[in-house]
């Protein structure tokens, strides 16, 4: 794990007392009109701010687990400090902090980066919510795109007639050894899983349980081609395709990536995933593989296969299914994350994601990309 050098300079902030409670001293910090060297506007908008939220204040210290949990005392609290203001003035969220090495940089580099909460506020015009369930359901996206998906996926739970839904169950896994369940609405890997009926002995009780749950959808795993399985077998080694079509009808690529799974684990978007970016021209992988605190991979740490150089087989197929599907929903959703998966077939879809996350893609080039997300949000918004 990439954690966070104590020896870095903090060039922005001094805190003299450490005594007092510290949502109180970074507002009082922040009423100090020479204490950070950004626009004063940044000072009237959030000195008299306060978080009252606990999941805040939970996500910080959960950062420091994650990023520094050696560092204590005064240094500790110096750095909550920069990181509540941080957060406060860029709007990034305290993992965010450590994943884009705040603590290095002034306000000029932290400029450049774009968090998740900022992400959400730019591309928001590209959807229209009153259809918005159509792109967060997994079931609703499945009945409208699923002959781009290559394989049968059906409803368990939740709006389902559930002695109707236990019957289709049973004839869906009849002869299937196993099978994958998504939550309807779950992103970045939650509650994905592999079941396997093997081990299950009783079916109506896995059934109930899944319905218990919340239900999701059930999919046949993917039987992926040797040329992306060979990196991580347990795991479809997918791309990661990001969309935005603008109103003329066009369709950019960006910032889009090749996603492996790693140490036997089945999905390859969590957080111990390993990631490169992909260059949308010609399907080129042109860095090293990432995880997302940080840690760098040459060569796949099972398998031993080399990352950056890859080409990802039938880039042009690639882009012609996102295009297609591009236009089935693009009248109420523009900004589209696209989880791909080559099969012997060709290219099929996993799923479809709005709101796709632009942190990883960050970390992986030690980059910003704030400046070309704002004009590319410019021109196409």
């Known amino acids: 794990m990439a954690y966070y050098n104590e020896q870095a300079h903090f060039v922005e902030y001094q805190l003299d007392s450490f005594d007092q409670d510290r949502r109180e001293a970074v507002l009082e910090l922040l009423k100090m009109p020479d204490s950070f060297e950004v626009k004063r506007k940044f000072y009237d908008r959030f000195a008299d701010r306060t978080r009252e939220d606990t999941k805040f204040w939970n996500d910080m210290d959960l950062a420091f687990e994650q990023f520094a949990p050696k560092l204590d005392g005064e240094k500790k609290k ?71 998906f290559g394989r049968q996926c059906i409803l368990v739970g939740a709006e389902s007639d559930k002695d109707a839904g236990y019957e289709e169950f049973c004839r869906y896994t009849d002869g299937k050894s196993e099978f994958v369940f998504k939550p309807l609405r779950a992103s970045c890997g939650k509650g994905v899983r592999r079941i396997s009926l093997s081990k299950t002995a009783d079916r109506k009780v896995l059934y109930e349980k899944l319905c218990a749950e919340g239900g999701g959808i059930a999919d046949e795993l993917i039987c992926q081609d040797e040329t992306l399985a060979k990196f991580h077998r347990q795991s479809a080694n997918s791309v990661r395709l990001i969309t935005l079509r603008d109103r003329q009808g066009g369709n950019h690529f960006v910032q889009s990536m090749f996603r492996m799974g790693q140490r036997g684990s089945f999905v390859d978007n969590d957080s111990g995933a390993i990631r490169a970016r992909i260059d949308e021209t010609n399907g080129y992988v042109f860095t090293c593989g990432y995880d997302s605190y940080g840690n760098q991979y040459i060569l796949h740490p099972d398998s031993g296969e080399v990352i950056p150089g890859f080409q990802i087989p039938a880039w042009e197929e690639l882009l012609g299914l996102a295009d297609r599907v591009m236009n089935e929903i693009s009248s109420y959703a523009r900004f589209i994350g696209f989880d791909l998966a080559l099969t012997a077939q060709g290219w099929s879809v996993i799923e479809v994601n709005p709101f796709p996350q632009l942190v990883v893609q960050q970390i992986i080039t030690g980059q910003g990309i704030r400046k070309d997300m704002l004009r590319l949000a410019n021109e196409c918004v």
């Open 78 to 148: 110096m750095l909550e400090v920069d990181i509540y203001a941080c957060c406060e003035i860029y709007g990034i969220a305290p993992e965010e902090y450590f994943q884009f090495q705040f603590y290095w940089k002034n306000d000029q580099g932290r400029n450049q980066y774009m968090g998740d909460k900022e992400r959400f506020v730019v591309f928001r015009p590209c959807y229209h919510f009153d259809e918005y369930e159509k792109i967060r359901n997994k079931w609703q996206m499945y009945q409208q795109i699923g002959q781009y």
